[in-house]
Protein backbone atom coordinates (compact mmCIF):
# COMPACT_ATOMS: atom_id res chain seq x y z
CA UNK A 1 0.00 0.00 0.00
CA UNK A 2 1.38 3.53 -0.98
CA UNK A 3 1.52 6.12 1.72
CA UNK A 4 1.73 9.79 2.25
CA UNK A 5 1.59 11.09 6.09
CA UNK A 6 1.38 14.35 6.82
CA UNK A 7 2.33 15.92 10.46
CA UNK A 8 -0.47 15.60 12.32
CA UNK A 9 -2.32 18.54 13.32
CA UNK A 10 -3.90 20.98 14.20
CA UNK A 11 -0.81 23.68 13.46
CA UNK A 12 -1.79 27.01 14.88
CA UNK A 13 0.78 29.69 14.10
CA UNK A 14 0.01 33.50 14.72
CA UNK A 15 -0.53 36.04 11.94
CA UNK A 16 2.94 36.98 9.83
CA UNK A 17 4.56 33.97 11.09
CA UNK A 18 5.97 31.19 9.06
CA UNK A 19 3.48 28.15 8.64
CA UNK A 20 5.42 24.68 8.30
CA UNK A 21 3.55 21.64 6.91
CA UNK A 22 5.23 18.24 6.43
CA UNK A 23 4.84 15.21 4.11
CA UNK A 24 6.31 12.11 3.54
CA UNK A 25 5.81 9.46 0.78
CA UNK A 26 6.20 5.42 0.57
CA UNK A 27 6.75 4.91 -3.08
CA UNK A 28 10.41 5.88 -4.22
CA UNK A 29 9.48 6.01 -7.60
CA UNK A 30 6.94 9.00 -6.71
CA UNK A 31 7.57 11.63 -9.47
CA UNK A 32 4.95 14.30 -9.33
CA UNK A 33 3.53 16.54 -5.72
CA UNK A 34 1.34 18.73 -4.98
CA UNK A 35 -0.13 20.44 -2.41
CA UNK A 36 -4.19 21.53 -2.25
CA UNK A 37 -5.81 23.97 -0.17
CA UNK A 38 -9.11 23.14 1.28
CA UNK A 39 -11.65 25.06 2.98
CA UNK A 40 -14.12 23.62 5.26
CA UNK A 41 -17.11 22.12 3.41
CA UNK A 42 -15.44 23.34 0.03
CA UNK A 43 -14.08 21.33 -3.02
CA UNK A 44 -10.02 21.13 -3.05
CA UNK A 45 -7.43 23.83 -4.83
CA UNK A 46 -4.48 23.08 -6.35
CA UNK A 47 -1.61 25.49 -4.89
CA UNK A 48 2.00 24.31 -5.53
CA UNK A 49 3.06 21.55 -7.66
CA UNK A 50 6.83 20.25 -7.28
CA UNK A 51 8.97 17.60 -9.87
CA UNK A 52 12.54 17.99 -8.85
CA UNK A 53 14.23 18.54 -5.60
CA UNK A 54 15.02 21.77 -4.18
CA UNK A 55 12.80 24.56 -3.48
CA UNK A 56 9.96 25.86 -5.64
CA UNK A 57 8.73 29.65 -4.69
CA UNK A 58 5.13 31.39 -5.84
CA UNK A 59 4.38 34.35 -3.67
CA UNK A 60 4.09 33.55 0.03
CA UNK A 61 4.27 29.71 -0.89
CA UNK A 62 7.45 27.62 -1.02
CA UNK A 63 7.48 23.68 -2.21
CA UNK A 64 10.34 21.72 -0.62
CA UNK A 65 11.14 18.64 -2.06
CA UNK A 66 14.06 15.96 -1.38
CA UNK A 67 13.53 12.54 -2.85
CA UNK A 68 16.62 11.00 -1.21
CA UNK A 69 14.58 11.69 1.99
CA UNK A 70 10.67 10.90 0.58
CA UNK A 71 9.94 14.47 1.68
CA UNK A 72 8.10 16.91 0.67
CA UNK A 73 7.12 20.21 2.33
CA UNK A 74 5.16 23.40 2.63
CA UNK A 75 6.42 26.53 3.76
CA UNK A 76 3.77 29.90 3.88
CA UNK A 77 5.92 33.25 4.60
CA UNK A 78 3.60 35.88 6.54
CA UNK A 79 0.69 33.59 7.34
CA UNK A 80 -2.58 35.54 7.08
CA UNK A 81 -6.11 34.53 8.84
CA UNK A 82 -7.57 33.88 5.44
CA UNK A 83 -4.40 30.95 4.91
CA UNK A 84 -6.60 29.05 7.73
CA UNK A 85 -7.56 25.77 6.02
CA UNK A 86 -6.73 22.02 5.26
CA UNK A 87 -4.24 21.34 3.54
CA UNK A 88 -3.87 17.77 1.57
CA UNK A 89 -0.23 16.42 0.10
CA UNK A 90 -1.00 14.62 -2.96
CA UNK A 91 1.84 12.45 -4.67
CA UNK A 92 1.60 10.45 -8.14
CA UNK A 93 3.61 7.62 -8.28
CA UNK A 94 3.88 6.98 -11.99
CA UNK A 95 4.57 3.20 -12.77
CA UNK A 96 1.67 1.18 -12.76
CA UNK A 97 0.29 3.78 -10.54
CA UNK A 98 0.58 6.34 -13.63
CA UNK A 99 -2.70 8.87 -13.25
CA UNK A 100 -3.65 7.86 -9.75
CA UNK A 101 -3.06 10.47 -6.91
CA UNK A 102 -2.57 9.39 -3.61
CA UNK A 103 -3.32 11.66 -0.56
CA UNK A 104 -2.46 12.22 2.69
CA UNK A 105 -4.88 12.73 5.33
CA UNK A 106 -4.32 16.73 5.48
CA UNK A 107 -3.03 19.27 7.47
CA UNK A 108 -5.93 21.98 9.39
CA UNK A 109 -3.71 25.41 9.89
CA UNK A 110 -5.36 28.15 11.74
CA UNK A 111 -3.93 31.28 11.65
CA UNK A 112 -4.85 33.66 14.37
CA UNK A 113 -5.31 37.12 14.50
CA UNK B 1 -16.65 29.42 -17.65
CA UNK B 2 -14.92 26.45 -17.94
CA UNK B 3 -15.38 24.04 -15.10
CA UNK B 4 -16.78 20.63 -13.62
CA UNK B 5 -20.75 20.80 -12.33
CA UNK B 6 -21.54 18.02 -9.90
CA UNK B 7 -25.09 17.54 -8.47
CA UNK B 8 -26.89 17.26 -6.81
CA UNK B 9 -24.83 18.94 -3.70
CA UNK B 10 -26.65 17.10 -1.34
CA UNK B 11 -28.05 13.62 -1.28
CA UNK B 12 -30.11 11.01 0.92
CA UNK B 13 -30.12 7.56 0.39
CA UNK B 14 -32.20 5.14 1.53
CA UNK B 15 -31.45 1.60 2.68
CA UNK B 16 -31.28 -0.80 -0.47
CA UNK B 17 -31.15 2.19 -2.95
CA UNK B 18 -29.08 2.68 -5.65
CA UNK B 19 -28.26 6.52 -5.99
CA UNK B 20 -26.26 8.12 -9.09
CA UNK B 21 -24.19 11.67 -8.30
CA UNK B 22 -23.76 13.36 -11.72
CA UNK B 23 -20.47 14.67 -13.17
CA UNK B 24 -20.11 17.19 -15.92
CA UNK B 25 -16.98 19.18 -16.96
CA UNK B 26 -16.30 21.12 -20.10
CA UNK B 27 -12.89 21.81 -19.92
CA UNK B 28 -12.39 19.48 -22.86
CA UNK B 29 -9.66 16.83 -20.13
CA UNK B 30 -9.42 13.70 -21.24
CA UNK B 31 -8.80 12.16 -17.40
CA UNK B 32 -11.78 12.22 -14.43
CA UNK B 33 -11.68 10.83 -11.38
CA UNK B 34 -13.69 10.19 -8.50
CA UNK B 35 -12.79 10.46 -4.81
CA UNK B 36 -14.29 9.81 -1.56
CA UNK B 37 -13.87 11.99 1.51
CA UNK B 38 -14.41 10.75 5.12
CA UNK B 39 -14.45 13.80 8.00
CA UNK B 40 -11.13 14.44 9.24
CA UNK B 41 -8.95 12.42 6.43
CA UNK B 42 -8.48 12.57 2.96
CA UNK B 43 -9.51 11.70 -0.31
CA UNK B 44 -9.83 8.02 -1.28
CA UNK B 45 -9.82 7.31 -5.08
CA UNK B 46 -12.72 5.40 -6.04
CA UNK B 47 -13.12 4.86 -9.88
CA UNK B 48 -10.25 6.92 -12.86
CA UNK B 49 -11.17 7.07 -16.48
CA UNK B 50 -8.03 7.75 -18.51
CA UNK B 51 -9.82 7.91 -21.97
CA UNK B 52 -13.94 7.63 -22.86
CA UNK B 53 -15.51 3.81 -22.67
CA UNK B 54 -12.53 2.90 -20.53
CA UNK B 55 -12.12 2.82 -16.49
CA UNK B 56 -10.23 1.59 -13.70
CA UNK B 57 -10.73 0.43 -10.66
CA UNK B 58 -9.05 2.70 -7.77
CA UNK B 59 -8.20 1.91 -3.61
CA UNK B 60 -11.80 1.45 -2.81
CA UNK B 61 -14.04 0.44 -5.43
CA UNK B 62 -16.49 -1.87 -4.04
CA UNK B 63 -19.95 -1.05 -3.50
CA UNK B 64 -19.45 1.70 -6.21
CA UNK B 65 -19.98 1.56 -10.61
CA UNK B 66 -18.84 4.02 -13.09
CA UNK B 67 -19.54 4.88 -16.68
CA UNK B 68 -17.62 6.88 -19.03
CA UNK B 69 -19.62 7.37 -22.40
CA UNK B 70 -18.96 10.79 -23.00
CA UNK B 71 -15.61 12.71 -22.77
CA UNK B 72 -17.65 15.46 -20.60
CA UNK B 73 -19.42 12.91 -18.16
CA UNK B 74 -18.46 10.45 -15.18
CA UNK B 75 -21.81 9.32 -13.40
CA UNK B 76 -21.06 7.28 -9.97
CA UNK B 77 -23.29 4.90 -8.57
CA UNK B 78 -23.53 4.31 -5.32
CA UNK B 79 -24.77 0.76 -5.12
CA UNK B 80 -26.83 -0.51 -2.42
CA UNK B 81 -23.53 -2.93 -1.77
CA UNK B 82 -21.77 -0.14 -0.51
CA UNK B 83 -22.66 -0.43 3.65
CA UNK B 84 -21.35 2.84 4.91
CA UNK B 85 -21.67 5.31 1.74
CA UNK B 86 -22.62 9.05 4.25
CA UNK B 87 -19.17 10.92 2.97
CA UNK B 88 -18.38 13.86 1.06
CA UNK B 89 -17.97 12.88 -2.89
CA UNK B 90 -15.28 15.00 -5.15
CA UNK B 91 -15.51 14.46 -8.87
CA UNK B 92 -11.87 15.78 -10.61
CA UNK B 93 -10.50 15.74 -13.90
CA UNK B 94 -7.54 16.44 -15.61
CA UNK B 95 -5.68 17.69 -18.80
CA UNK B 96 -3.70 14.82 -19.92
CA UNK B 97 -3.43 10.60 -18.58
CA UNK B 98 -1.49 11.41 -15.77
CA UNK B 99 -3.20 12.57 -13.03
CA UNK B 100 -1.45 15.70 -12.91
CA UNK B 101 -3.39 18.94 -11.59
CA UNK B 102 -6.81 17.88 -10.50
CA UNK B 103 -9.16 20.29 -11.19
CA UNK B 104 -12.28 19.46 -8.71
CA UNK B 105 -15.99 20.15 -8.79
CA UNK B 106 -17.66 21.51 -5.47
CA UNK B 107 -18.81 17.65 -4.09
CA UNK B 108 -21.66 15.85 -3.33
CA UNK B 109 -22.43 15.27 0.14
CA UNK B 110 -24.40 11.79 0.82
CA UNK B 111 -26.19 10.60 3.80
CA UNK B 112 -28.15 7.88 4.67
CA UNK B 113 -31.61 8.03 5.91
Known amino acids: QKEVEQNSGPLSVPEGAIASLNCTYS??????FFWYRQYSGKSPELIMFIYSNGDKEDGRFTAQLNKASQYVSLLIRDSQPSDSATYLC?????????????FGQGTILTVHP | DGGITQSPKYLFRKEGQNVTLSCEQNLNHDAMYWYRQDPGQGLRLIYYSQIVNDFQKGDIAEGYSVSREKKESFPLTVTSAQKNPTAFYLC????????????FGSGTQLSVL
Open chain 1, 90 to 102: AVNAGGTSYGKLT
Open chain 2, 92 to 103: ASSYGQGGEKLF
Open chain 1, 27 to 32: DRGSQS
